[in-house]
């Protein structure tokens, strides 16, 4: 069952990400990463993985696109068709990219081989991740720090966005 | 489950995947069931709680007895009716949209007990999993309001993905707070805390207020007035799904109902008891008397939460866009974030309703 299930999230993942590379319309390529971010959340969740696949759907299916999709429906028009020649002198920069995980992807495959592989249940990991966000000698320390980072940007985006409106009647 | 899953491998002799997936089939195929029934019922139950708020009688004709088949009329109308796609809308999208928004949220129904032991899977991130899944829903009203190329559709589908998104911070922290004090995002564990303690809305202020909150906030996140922006009929014809017709449409309808559905029946299991009966210990009963007790309660705490969203649907008048983004984010998140601290304040004092 687990076999089957991963087999069809990855066909949805990889599907979703040719249909995302290869599309004419940005807007059609946003759509694609959806299917490719909730492939990829399927996964999580078949290898055990499964507050990683909720979080990934609720932040990035349900928030991150959406607001990626806004950006490029209102400020393209007549669905933003892409200038692929512009982009042509990143090829060879994106090729060596690609080599480099190819050869990354060798390496594991050798690391390996040959090893038996024992599958075991998946068990609910939210209590242990849970347990090392407040865990001093765990995460604590990244988890507050990346939280005020957070604030600090969502202050600064704030700050920039009204500087900007200045001149018009504050609403 | 697992009763069915023997079931099947007596009655047929499937073992392994097979008896899974046909169980699985079973219980989805029955729960697909049950909200479309659900949807017609609470289609005419709508109309007829708006005509008397109004003083009116509603449908009183098809059917005979206070018009009970209106509904059924109206869905084999829906049936019959000419599938349109426009002609410079972008079929396949269009075609995908009602399919996404409706599988969003029907998805999150599989984590819900209905009674003791009636439950498709009883997952371990029940509340997160709901909440996660319905958030695909957005998706597919962007879709469908893209796809439709209207200007109507696409300001509609804007209005909606800037509503539920704002919307969706309040509610996932007002679930919070009874995740706090249970301990558990099982909603199995909602049910058996609430029958060893007590109801959690009882518990402290706090949870009372966290239940108001989600309330209001899944009020915004079903698109119900007085949040019903993204199709205001005055202004946007009517929002996103202005394109579609027949089948189409009806899907969009039967999404509004189950999302009023789900929300209603998380507020009733997390913080009004679930199945259980007030000052009745159930725990012990034969299971062939508290299940269907247990599916029962349940549903009537349920219908009593979705005939308050259309009492309140039916007597606010709706909010402006500004309104809207202002009571979500200056009033909902912050006292939402105040229930949650001062929640794990009062539970690591173990105060109760007074801090005595």
């Given at each position: 069952m687990l076999d089957f299930m991963f087999v069809f999230f990855a066909a949805i993942a990889l599907a979703g990400g040719l249909v995302m590379a290869f599309h004419q319309s940005i807007v059609h390529s946003a759509f694609a990463l959806v299917a490719v971010l909730f492939g990829v959340a399927g996964l999580y969740w078949t290898l055990g993985a499964d507050l990683l696949g909720a979080t990934q759907i609720l932040l990035y299916v349900g928030g991150v696109t959406i607001l990626l999709l806004f950006a490029v429906m209102l400020s393209t028009r007549d669905a933003g068709r892409l200038a692929i020649g512009r982009y042509i002198l990143m090829a060879p920069v994106l090729g060596l990219l690609?080599?480099?995980?190819?050869?990354?992807?060798?390496?594991?495959?050798?690391?390996?081989?040959?090893?038996?592989?024992?599958?075991?249940?998946?068990?609910?990991?939210s209590d242990a991740i849970g347990q090392l966000f407040v865990d001093p000698h765990g995460f604590l320390l990244p988890f507050e720090v990346l939280s005020v980072l957070l604030l600090v940007v969502l202050v600064g985006a704030v700050t920039v966005a009204r500087q900007q409106q200045e001149g018009t009647p504050d609403a | 489950m697992e009763a069915l899953i023997g079931l099947f491998g007596e009655l047929f002799g499937l073992e392994g995947t097979l008896a899974l997936s046909a169980a699985y089939a079973v219980c989805i195929g029955s729960i697909l069931g049950f909200v479309t029934v659900y949807s017609m019922f609470a289609i005419w139950m709508e109309r007829k709680v708006a005509a008397h708020i109004q003083v009116r009688m509603g449908p009183m004709v098809t059917g005979g007895w206070h018009?009970?088949?209106?509904?059924?009329?109206?869905?084999?109308?829906?049936?019959?009716?000419?599938?349109?796609?426009?002609?410079?809308?972008?079929?396949?999208?269009?075609?995908?949209?009602?399919?996404?928004?409706?599988?969003?949220?029907?998805a999150g129904l599989i984590v819900v007990p209905f009674a003791v032991g009636v439950q498709v899977v009883d997952l371990h991130l029940g509340v997160f999993f709901i909440i996660a899944i319905a958030s695909i829903e957005v998706i597919g009203v962007i879709i469908a309001g893209w796809a439709s190329n209207s200007k109507y559709s696409l300001f509609g589908a804007v209005r909606e993905a800037a509503q539920v998104v704002s919307y969706e911070i309040p509610t996932a922290t007002a679930l919070l707070v009874p995740i706090l004090v249970v301990g558990s995002f099982r909603l199995n564990d909602f049910n058996t805390w609430q029958a060893e303690h007590h109801w959690l809305i009882f518990h402290s202020p706090w949870l009372a207020m966290a239940a108001l909150i989600f309330f209001i906030s899944s009020l915004a996140g079903c698109k119900r007035a007085?949040?019903?922006?993204?199709?205001?009929?005055?202004?946007?014809?009517?929002?996103?799904?202005?394109?579609?017709?027949?089948?189409?449409?009806?899907?969009?309808?039967?999404?509004?109902?189950?999302?009023?559905?789900?929300?209603?029946?998380l507020t009733a299991t997390l913080w009004f008891g679930g199945f259980n009966l007030p000052f009745v210990d159930s725990s012990a009963w034969h299971p062939a008397l508290a299940m269907p007790i247990g599916i029962v309660v349940l549903l009537a705490k349920t219908f009593f939460f979705i005939f308050v969203q259309m009492w309140l649907r039916w007597t606010l008048p709706r909010l402006r866009v500004d309104q809207v983004m202002s009571m979500g984010y200056k009033y909902l998140v912050p006292w939402a974030f105040v229930a949650l601290i001062a929640t794990a304040v009062w539970d690591y004092y173990g105060w109760g309703w007074l801090p005595l």
């Open positions: 690609g080599a480099g995980l190819l050869r990354v992807y060798q390496g594991v495959i050798a690391i390996s081989e040959g090893r038996e592989l024992t599958l075991l249940e998946p068990e609910p990991t | 018009g009970w088949a209106q509904s059924v009329a109206d869905a084999v109308k829906l049936l019959f009716k000419e599938d349109i796609i426009p002609t410079r809308a972008n079929a396949f999208m269009f075609w995908i949209a009602p399919a996404v928004v409706f599988c969003g949220v029907f007085p949040f019903d922006l993204p199709e205001a009929e005055s202004e946007l014809v009517s929002g996103f799904h202005t394109e579609y017709s027949g089948m189409r449409f009806s899907f969009f309808f039967l999404e509004e109902y189950t999302s009023m559905f789900v929300a209603a029946l």
